[in-house]
């Protein structure tokens, strides 16, 4: 349990010492314990400063996490869920916003919650993915969903020019027309769809470039990538109650952001924060992407690669 008086100390901190691309990076810092008992405790959160909270909560699905029980009566985990949910609203500034990364079985109690508290659904995404467990008894696994909601949908953190992608008539049939800035997008380019696939977006497993041992729930770093860049500014504020291996930190920090962070397990936090340290494996690897279904016709035009 947290301590009740006092100041909450954390149990691995870094201050900016990383130079990104968006100058000197914020401070790091990861709390090891329930995020029900911490959240309360970090005067951040106590004081409602955080810009952007990214969550991948444990599913309850009987995952051999370390140290954590992974299998909860229905009950007992809706009201875990709810409790967590709560405290990371409440440490929201007014321009602030949320994701949830979670799957089907508990993903439309999340978004009822959500709107009892007020918050505006912005998107409902989903990251799809292939290598998705095998099952003799129903269709395989292949997507979670990425709720993003906001605070305050008029004052939201917004930054469609950090995650433009090539279009797919530019990169699919070369059509002139996607020559012709429109909208206000610039030429071939446009905002990615809600379905989140492509070449780096696989779940990280077996040789994957960025797979770290002793975690087998690894997001890759191109979703929190894209996340972090469209809804928060250099200089934010990033909470991430369920740290796991580390990416939201990983990335939030290569791109200026503060971090805040809570992990359950001693082992999983110093991983996760060695990896912080560490940097980044793939950053970058969204500029010019292309997620067209079908494989280009032609070379993408130079015009819609700039």
């Not at 290598?131 to 003799?136: A, C, E, I, P, V």
Request: proline share 5%; aromatic share 10%.
């Amino acid at each position: 349990m947290a301590k009740k008086s006092g100041t909450l100390k954390p149990t691995h901190e870094m201050k900016g010492s990383l130079r990104s691309e968006a100058g000197e990076a914020k401070g790091v810092r990861v709390y090891v314990g329930d995020c029900r008992d911490m959240l309360p405790e970090i005067p951040q959160v106590k004081r409602g400063e955080v810009d952007l909270v990214f969550a991948d909560p444990p599913f309850n699905w009987s995952r051999a996490y370390d140290e954590w029980h992974d299998k909860m009566p229905r009950e007992d985990y809706l009201d875990f869920t709810y409790a967590w949910l709560d405290l990371c609203v409440d440490a929201l500034r007014d321009h602030g916003a949320i994701w949830v990364n979670i799957p089907d079985d508990t993903c439309a109690e999340i978004v009822l919650h959500l709107k009892e508290r007020k918050l505006t659904m912005i998107n409902w995404c989903v990251w799809h993915y292939r290598f998705g467990q095998n099952t003799k008894t129903r269709f395989i696994n292949s997507k979670v969903h990425a709720l993003y909601f906001a605070k305050n949908a008029r004052n939201r953190r917004w930054n469609a020019e950090e995650v433009l992608e090539v279009s797919d008539r530019a990169s699919t049939y070369f059509d002139p027309r996607t020559m012709d800035k429109r909208d206000g997008m610039p030429a071939g380019k446009r905002l990615p769809m809600d379905v989140w696939y492509g070449e780096y977006w696989g779940r990280i497993q077996g040789n994957n470039k960025e797979r770290r041992h002793g975690h087998d729930n690894q997001l890759p770093e191109v979703y929190l990538e894209r996340v972090i860049r469209a809804t928060s500014n250099p200089g934010d504020l990033v909470l991430d109650p369920f740290l796991g291996s580390g990416t939201t930190g990983v990335v939030a920090h290569a791109l200026g952001r503060g971090f805040i962070g809570t992990e359950f397990s001693g082992a999983n936090a110093k991983r996760a924060f060695d990896r912080i340290q560490n940097g980044p494996i793939r950053l970058g690897a969204l500029k010019d992407a292309v997620t067209a279904i079908h494989k280009p016709r032609r070379k993408v035009p130079a015009a819609a690669a700039k």
